[in-house]
């Protein structure tokens, strides 16, 4: 199935636009976590086991796996193993190469892992993103317009009467492939009602809604279709303090989680 | 030791501009090196190994790694492990993230695997690239000019009288951090020439000699400094026919890798 697809199918199923960021750090880690064989794996399937009546799926930042070394990479593919059936698997990446390395990159997270979709970083060019791009039922969301500070830097450079981001977003959307989404800040509501105004189909992951600041009601009210998953990661897999016990901090995941789902379902009216 | 430091002395020492990516594909190994137990791991020591004499350091293409899964990984870890004394080590990832993930990544290759320098994609700004220039005995090669095609596509643009590449190399040059470099593809010459020459101390990573095809001796007069390193992957590591035998493919593989450091040697004069 294509990935346009299963998102459409699984949105409605779960009646739910949100992802939840798996970014494990560990120093943050409750301590009846901290206590496990291994922690990065039990806190993992702990924060997906708790969340997933409110999610529509998982966006996992590889960063956090590759910090702890060939282990975390082989506590990531044993996480990928047991997905949940219905969930979307996002792998947060931002990796982009020459051909030759892409294609290697390609075949880590969709070929072994089976990520349904991944990030990528447009810098070096269309080519570079090819071979993510050639896998048809796989999905490939750009950055476009990022929600940290340095998103002005050049992202936000004019080429002419455009923004960099907004040639890039063209540039992907006439390169003849139509598995292609972007990842636009949450704190861009009007920018993101001008894309999703013309092009209302597609699919843009939107991050900075949690830690980040980004503002609910601003980018609902813009928000021009259907396909838009917003994604928090620190707020919800944080909410408890690391002395909390199993059952406080577990509660305290699922409310917050419960919270901003219902949020976006009642503001998205 | 300053990278800066450390680079200048090592390319005097070894009296060598170049470095040798160990972009290692498994389909195009030696039928020697595919029977042994992991073939990765003998392949690359194998090349490390052939080649020492020529070359000033290696660049790991941390992708080819990555498509081996966990095991992969352990591999590349076990090879940073047996670094060989006295030489440049660099990771080729082309990380860029917001701040808290950029950490990650700079704990994985840096803090953990030992990496003198790693290369970064400036998309996201400079705040993205922070974690990796804060640890200040390290190096970052940021994504300037790249060898692909698709470095028209956005690298190319002008903004104002200016290509989006040099607005990068600007912004980062008066970032306030001085263990930058860039990453300026081969073909590039004049281009670089105009970069060396009002900085003349910017350490460049150039790709795309070998393979890519790049003029060697039109780059080389155009070098105005000293700290520039030359990288060839493909060409050097698969010189070989899979059939040869250990010898001959160890010739072919150390002949190519001769030839290319003489060459610019030679062009450097």
């Known amino acids: 199935m294509k990935y346009i697809n299963k998102l459409e199918k699984t949105i409605i199923k779960k009646g739910s636009h949100l992802i939840v960021g798996i ?19 039990e806190f993992c399937k702990f924060v997906i086991n708790i969340t997933s009546d409110f999610v529509t799926g998982y966006k996992f930042n590889v960063a ?60 070096m060019g269309v080519d570079s993103i090819e071979p993510f791009l050639k896998r048809k039922n796989k999905f490939i969301y750009v950055l476009a317009l990022t929600s940290n500070k340095g998103s002005k830097d050049f992202q936000k450079l004019l080429s002419g009467k455009k923004h960099l981001f907004e040639i890039v977003i063209e540039k992907f959307l006439n390169s003849g492939y139509y598995n ?24 843009l992951l939107i991050p900075g809604v949690g830690t980040q600041g980004g503002d609910l009601p601003q980018l609902l009210k813009n928000l021009k279709n259907e396909y838009f998953l917003i994604n928090s990661s620190r707020k919800i897999l944080y909410a408890g303090k690391p002395t909390d016990n199993l059952k406080i901090y577990a509660e305290k995941v699922r409310s917050e989680c419960k919270k901003l789902n219902d949020s976006i379902k009642s503001l998205k009216k």
Chains 1, 2 share one sequence.
């Open 180 to 203: 292609i989404g972007f990842v636009m800040g949450a704190d861009y509501a009007k920018r993101i009602k001008k894309i999703t105004s013309y092009r209302r189909e597609i699919p």
């Open 64 to 123: 956090f796996f590759e910090a702890e070394g060939y282990k975390g990479i082989e506590t990531l593919e044993q996480l990928l193993e047991e997905k949940k059936k219905d969930f979307i698997y996002i792998c947060d990446a931002k990796r982009g190469d020459i051909g030759n390395t892409s294609e290697q990159y390609a075949r880590a997270y969709f070929d072994k892992m089976g990520f349904d979709a991944i990030t990528v970083s447009p810098y």
């Open 23 to 41: 970014d494990p750090d560990k120093t943050k880690f409750p301590e009846f976590i901290k206590k496990k064989k291994n922690p990065l794996y």
